[in-house]
């Protein structure tokens, strides 16, 4: 079967031929129809991740068919017993055991869940580890409630976009913000009350004086900005961080949380149980991912050009 | 009656002559036996206090008969309705309201409770704010289980004591942290398993060898020491801060808050139903607050020399 396969640090993907997988006993074959990326692949090329083994096929999101049955892959391998983080043992497909980005996976038939009816391959394969992330950070770490003020910063990113979605499908008011005034406006379109350009200077304040405080805001860059995030939070605000593209916290008021009763969660994907919730929440809710662009498993190089240059809004996608 | 009086910024406080309040429907009159000081009538002298008023009698804290009913008292004004945090009304004994460095104190019924019985009208004067604020950071916001692993930063002030008693007492495996060897060791004789002197190069990564991660760390230092206080949690550790004596927090990893998944709560003070749950609880357990030493309501100026120099262990309390 042909397969993206990781060769080096700073060196091309390979596409290639490789030997098609075969299930044993509590496993499935799963025929992948679409896969898409997330950013943990193009770190894997720049040696930013751990564990790296060459020869591996790469990608954590998958979706096909077992059979004639559609299903989402859960991407967790051994999450282990706590619900709370996983094990010591755990990792994700695609390093250091084979991925989605191929013809075939076999993974353990407890991984798979129906794909949604609603949704195409390519959109049920956007789900599995941004999906995942976003769920647990927003709906079982910050506890979103329904009429809630919500801020997501970095709009744009996958695990972003669907805290966005689902923030949105649970009754909140969603703001975001962004380094760019297109994906702001891009944003709204699909349904956010506004947005700010965290490159305007006091655009905190600003936004702060807009809103009047938000009880919920999901982050994945900290660095210096958190400590603005944080003079934006309500009396009792919940903050999620997934992520640290801007480095080390700096700057950060400890009376403010305290005096607010700030909780702070650092959280990232999400238990067994949690794929499942999240794959029900997006059928209930008809949940559509958004699909920034969608390129030919052999075209895997374009694909990883594209999410190292950060223009993307939404997932990319590959057609397998 | 007589009373300790705030008069200005940098001036000493006076101890004076007053009226004597009076009781309306709904309030009691308390004759204050003992009160006990805090951090914050400190930070008034120095201006560090928000809506500083003159000729307010000072103190949060304290303990006394209303008739021949021993009590102690709730130093919470207007906490408000939401448990998550207090409202834009809300105040604390003793600034901008008068307090309880007094004879006499005029406040809501339902803000007595019934003094411990095991414990001195000192002793029990000595639990309030600290009390409450130990009890809500550990129990409510950190959720200490038994059997679990915990440090206490800056052991010797007043909620560092709390916190350590409180987790003592639930059945956790309590570590301490101090720039005093004698602190230290004064903690190790009340039952701390062993204890670190942050002063030291690389205390963080000796105590992180000899415990292997920390399950529930409180902290009210803040500043660059929280990252190091961060390295020491375990996988899905709580951390609680209550104060910000070394200021901003600097140097924090975003990488280790959602990898460990990391839990950082901010806290302060606590609601009503939170004090009568701490004063339960050292009743149920036979708490014995520390008491670091005992001055005469006329020496007050003393007992804040006392308190400014940061030398106590366990809390100051003045005789009435």
Request: glycine share 12%.
């Amino acid at each position: 079967m042909k397969a993206l396969v990781f060769k080096k640090v700073r060196a091309p993907i390979a596409y290639e031929e490789v030997p098609k997988p075969e299930s044993k006993k509590g496993q499935v074959l799963v025929a992948l129809k679409a896969a898409a990326m997330n950013h943990r692949e193009v770190w894997m090329t720049k040696g930013l991740y751990p564990r790296l083994k060459s020869e591996v096929i790469m990608g954590a999101d998958g979706a096909g068919l077992v059979d004639k049955r559609a299903v989402v892959i859960n991407p967790n391998v051994n999450w282990g017993d706590n619900p709370g983080h996983f094990s010591l043992a755990y990792s994700i497909l695609g390093m250091p055991t084979n991925g989605t980005f191929a013809e075939y996976i076999v993974v353990d038939e407890d991984k798979v869940v129906d794909k949604p009816e609603h949704l195409t391959f390519e959109q049920a394969a956007a789900l599995p580890l941004a999906g995942l992330t976003a769920y647990r950070v927003l709906m079982n770490k910050c506890k979103l409630k329904a009429g809630e003020k919500v801020l997501i910063s970095g709009i744009g990113g996958g695990v972003a976009l669907f805290a966005f979605q689902f923030a949105l499908a649970a009754g909140a008011e969603v703001y975001v913000s962004s380094s760019s005034d297109e994906k702001i406006q891009k944003a709204i379109a699909l349904g956010a009350k506004g947005g700010a350009n965290y490159q305007e200077e006091k655009w905190h304040k600003n936004l702060g004086r807009q809103v009047g405080g938000f009880n919920v805001i999901i982050d994945s860059a900290a660095g210096d900005g958190l400590g603005k995030l944080a003079s934006l939070a309500a009396m009792g605000g919940r903050i999620g961080i997934y992520g640290g593209t801007r480095g080390a916290i700096n700057n950060l008021s400890p009376q403010m949380i305290f005096w607010k009763q700030l909780e702070i969660y650092g959280s990232t994907m999400g238990n067994d149980e949690e794929f499942s919730d999240m794959v029900d929440f997006v059928d209930q809710h008809k949940i559509v991912p958004v699909v920034d662009s969608v390129f030919e498993l052999s075209d895997g190089n374009l694909a990883f050009k594209r999410m190292s240059e950060g223009l993307q809004f939404g997932k990319i996608v590959l057609r397998i």
